[in-house]
Each structure stands twice: as C-alpha cells, then as structure tokens.
C-alpha cells in the first residue's frame, strides 16, 4: 500500500536499463517512483496519480517526449505538473528549445550527474508536498467556514423563530388586555355612573366622580400598554398609517418634530414585512429620543415594485462609524438581524454633529398577499 506521506515521482524512459538507474539513483530520497517504459504508459499513469514532479526522456520510440508534455499539459491533472526533460548533450540545444515551449520546467543532459539530479527532484518534491498542506489547509478552513455559515444560519432561524413567537405573544396579551381588562374597566365605569346617579350627597358625588376619572385614566393606560404591544392599527389599517400614527405619538411624547412623507394607504404589505419594518422604526424612534439630541426628524417611506423603502434622518449630534458598525448595541443589532431574515438591509450613516440617516430596504416578499 502506498504511503501517503510520500510523493510519487514518474521515470518515462524506453530504455529499460536508463530507467532502473534512474530508480537507483532516487531510492535514496524515500519518495515512491512509478516507471513508464513509453510515452503512452506516462499518460495512462498521469491519469490515475498525482506527481510531484515527471522525469521525462526526449528520445522514444513511438510518441517522443515533446508530444508526451504537450499532452500532459492539455489534461486537467498533470498540467502544472513539473516535467524536467533528460536529453542528450548532442541535442541539448534544440531539445531545451523544443521543450520549453511544450512546457518543461527543466533540462539535465546525460550522463545524469547523481547529485544535480537528486537536489532538482528534491526541491520539487518539497513544492508539492508545501502544494499538499496548503490545499488541506484550505479544504479544513472552507470545512470549517461551512460549518460556521450552517451554525449562523441555524442560530438566524431560531432567533427568527423566537421572534414569530415573540409577535404571536405580543399580540394575544395585547388582545387580552384590550378586551378583559377592556370590559371591566368599562363595566366598573358604568356601575359607578348608575351609583353617582342615585346619589344627592355632595361628598358622594365627589368620590363617584374622582372613580370615574380613576377608571378613564386607566382604560387609557390599558390602551396604551396594548398599543405598545400590537397597535391594532397595524393589523387593521396596515404599516404606512401605522408609521403615521407612531410618528405623531412620537412627537406628542417627545417634542420633536417629526415630518413625514409616506405613499397611499391603499399600498399594503405582507404580514412579516409590515410586522419587522414597524419594529425597526420602533427601535429607530427609541435610539432618536434616547441619544441624538434631535429637534427634527424626516420620516420617508416608499414602495418599488421590489422593495420597501425606509429612510429616518435626524438633525441630532450625529453617530459614528464605529458606533454605526459596532456590536454593542442590541438595538442596532437587533434591527440589522430583522431586516437580513427577510433579505434586506439596514444601512447606518451620519457624523458627529451632522445627525444620522438610517436606511431600510426590505424585499416584498409577496407583498399584498
């Protein structure tokens, strides 16, 4: 069995005693040396085995050397394998003419001096077995390059798994909320108006007074709490009146002023697209009143026939490009990761006192269905 540690070396000569003194003269490197007694035979050979380097006689019987390399170089596997040509003195100029331009990388005239041969062989035996390492280290890295993109992409599934569930989640509290908490609020709400209705005592009243503004605010408090969670406006009205809605909440809250510029709300988009691009202008929104010192914000959202378009643009103190590209903020990250599950993109830019522009580009994805 062979040793796939060692390289394999190719003796072509038709001369019978040439080739075994050639095997005599290279035993002492421990490499393997096939023979072939023709130039035929050198190709059947080249076709099974990967060489380190082709010993090549100029002059045989039937196809010679030159025709041998020629063909060598027109196969797939033996076209960068080194062939060192052995000729004659009486021909050596022509033959290293000759075979260079079949591609012979070098030339040793008989008698063959033992050491000249064996340091020649020598160093491309050393290429090759460099060659060898350094294509399994490039099979191992792209190995393990594999098995980090399916770890990604499995983590990228579970995370967007853990998401759905999440919005499922969000939704059925926030419906809960709505409608059992809803009902008795306003249920309580209507049994205090019938009580202060029967009541003449001024302190009486006062209180069932008070109970109704403490009802209102919480039936108020209730509505938030289950917009926050899943403004019903996204399922029924869809994402451009929920942008437009969001951002003049924004602004009540916070001040600043917010422009926007969004198309028909007869434009409708997919449920996951709709979902994820409201939770990226949530976490846009949230990152602008916490940071960027803004007093203005531009709201823009369009629609291709491709793409969902969303840009925000600030006029605050700006971001860098490290914070911009860093992985510390989960926020960004989390932004960033909404948009790739659906193949989209989340672009980060501005300078330090020159504000920030953040850009949304989603795919459709069946948008409308």
């Not at 540690?5 to 072509?12: E, F, N, T």
């Not at 072939?36 to 990967?50: I, P």
């Not at 009802?215 to 029924?236: C, F, H, N, Q, Y």
């Not at 602008?288 to 026939?305: E, F, K, Q, Y």
Request: glycine letters at 8%.
């Amino acid at each position: 069995m062979a040793d796939p540690a060692k390289a394999k070396i190719l003796l072509v000569d038709d001369e019978r005693r040439n080739l075994y003194a050639l095997r005599e003269l290279l035993a002492g490197l421990d490499q393997e040396l096939l023979l072939a007694r023709s130039g035929e035979d050198a190709l059947r050979q080249a076709l099974a085995h990967d060489f380190a380097v082709i010993l090549l006689d100029v002059r045989m019987a039937g196809i010679d050397g030159f025709e041998t390399a020629r063909l060598l170089r027109e196969r797939e596997r033996s076209r960068l394998t080194p062939v060192i040509f052995l000729t004659a003195a009486a021909d050596e100029v022509e033959s290293m003419f000759r075979g260079y331009q079949v591609g012979a990388v070098d030339y040793l005239v008989k008698p063959l001096v033992p050491e000249v041969l064996r340091s020649k062989v020598s160093v491309f035996v050393e290429m090759h077995r460099k060659s060898a390492e350094l294509a399994q280290e490039i099979a191992e890295r792209r190995a393990a390059e594999g098995r980090l993109r399916d770890s990604e992409e499995k983590l990228r599934a579970l995370a967007a798994h853990l998401v759905s569930v999440r919005e499922e989640e969000r939704a059925h509290i926030a419906r809960e909320i709505h409608d059992e908490f809803g009902q008795v609020l306003t249920g309580l709400k209507m049994d205090v108006t019938w009580l202060a209705a029967r009541l003449e005592e001024p302190p009486l009243l006062e209180k069932t007074g008070s109970m109704c503004a403490l009802i209102d605010a919480s039936i108020e408090t209730v509505r938030k709490i289950s917009s926050g969670l899943r403004p019903e406006m996204l399922d029924d009205m869809g994402l451009v009146a929920s942008i437009g809605w969001q951002a003049r909440e924004f602004q009540k809250r916070t001040g600043i002023r917010c422009r926007v510029k969004l198309p028909a709300e007869s434009v409708r988009f997919a449920s996951d697209v709709s979902i994820n691009t409201f939770r990226i202008f949530q976490e846009i929104l949230t990152n602008v009143a916490r940071h960027s010192g803004a007093t203005r914000l531009d709201v823009d959202l369009d629609s291709t026939a491709e793409r969902l378009l969303l840009e925000v643009v600030d006029n605050g103190v700006g971001i860098s490009e490290h914070q911009a590209n860093g992985n510390r903020s989960l926020g960004l990250l989390g932004m960033q990761e909404r948009a790739l599950r659906l193949g989209g993109a989340v672009r980060i830019s501005g300078a330090r006192g020159q504000g920030t522009r953040v850009q949304v580009s989603i795919p459709h994805r069946g948008a409308g269905a």
